[in-house]
């Protein structure tokens, strides 16, 4: 049996530099969905977190694509699916987050608070969580989510994209737009991810780095590079280094996203809870996680001039991978094996 797939090892987007502009977007949308449906069981259930949390990035990954590839896809064809994975990937929200807040939060806490109230909030976050995989098999099981399935696949087989009328209103954008599609990928490739870098750059340069606000929009706008920085790894050599120097600041960011959570979700665990001893022990570990955050926001700096000096693989061209020849359009994987990418795996 294949071995599944973990997050640290998952296999980028089997696209090359000889393909089209619509060849690759073919191909990144038929890996992330065979990848999310090599996940799908394990989603089931909290024994193994990594299940929803590999099935919604799937989602997330194609939504992702969908916004890159808007310079050459209207974004009203493909907004209706971009709608559904962002249902999806909504309905997984809740329990991916209740895992992390038990599997990471209450976990490293274990026995380091010189407070009670440990073992009756991990009974109410275990609680909420059996609620949360119920909300989650309630979804995998529904109509809708299966006539996603369905009707995705055969519009990614049938390469739907490329069937679309150009409207009066936008007629010089979109026949622009049309135009593109048959074009190489390399150099759509590497102006979608230097505009989405240069935004990242003016905004990490001009933000205010003590606005939970504006770190917010910027984790998101850093998410957005990493996604697209990723769809095009293997085109350009070097592209894993690039990423791998933005680790230290995601890493950041995530903590400081980690506190918001844990926030929220405590206001909703302990949603009319009166024992004191509970509330103490959420209120220390609200102290922690923002204690964690702080200590991190002093190696901004650092982990931002990693970033910004970084060598950027995608403004040379003799940084292009050998490897021309790429898969055209493949049959969307029905029934994938686990931890497989149906077949753009090789």
Known sequence: MATRVSKKNRIPPPISSGQTVSEAFGTILRHRFDYMLSWEEAARSWMRIEGV????VSCRGMRSAMRIFRYAIPSRVCKP?????????GELGLARDLDVFISEALSHL???LPLPGE????RL????????????????DSDRYNKFKEDYSRWVEAAGWEDWEITNNDRKKEEKQRRRLTENVVPFASKVINKQEQRVLKMGTDMDRDSAEEMHRFRIECK????????FTTIFDGMHKYIHHMKGLQDLLGVMNDVAVTNRLLGQILKGEKDSDVLRYAGGVIGWRTRQYHEYKKTFDDHWEEFVYARHPWRNNSALTKKKDGPKRPSVSRNPQPGGVGRNSA
Do not use: C, F, P
């Not at 976050?125 to 995998?140: F, I, W």
């Open 119 to 122: 073992r009756k909030i991990k």
């Open 110 to 112: 274990r026995g380091r």
């Open 53 to 56: 949390h590999q099935t919604r």
């Open 81 to 89: 699916w971009a709608d559904e994975l962002r249902w999806a990937g």
């Open 125 to 140: 976050a275990e609680h909420h969580r059996a609620q949360a995989y119920e909300a989650v098999n309630a979804m995998l």
């Open 224 to 231: 957005k590079l990493r996604y697209a920085a990723e769809s």
